[in-house]
């Protein structure tokens, strides 16, 4: 199987604690991290796979509790964004803003 190469960059002292971690292993750096790397993601994976519905439902809650507390306002009428643009310019001291 064909293997591609990723090069990362940590500080010697990591690099030290991960090559004797190997050494204990008894495997290669290289083999030792892509075995820690694809363990972590998996184990990820499957997280993600349990709590894909529980997610949702909370994004789904999350959802309808902002749209019932802060529904989509009112487009502005032209006089009240003229009334709005004037109360801006003024605090903003003339710079052009718009509501």
């Known amino acids: 199987m064909a293997k591609t190469r990723v090069t990362f960059t940590i500080d010697p002292a990591d690099a030290e604690r991960v090559r ?3 050494e204990r292993a008894q495997v290669t750096v290289s083999a030792y991290i ?3 790397v694809l363990g972590a993601v998996e184990r990820d994976e499957a997280i993600e796979r349990t709590f894909r519905d529980a997610d949702a439902a909370t994004r789904a809650a999350h959802a309808a509790a902002d749209a019932a ?3 989509d306002p009112e487009p502005l009428s032209p006089e009240r964004k003229a009334e709005l643009d004037g109360v801006l310019g003024r605090f903003f001291g003339g710079e052009s803003r718009t509501a």
Do not use: D, H, L, V
């Open 20 to 22: 004797r971690a190997a």
């Open 69 to 71: 507390i802060w529904p």
């Open 34 to 36: 892509e075995a820690r």
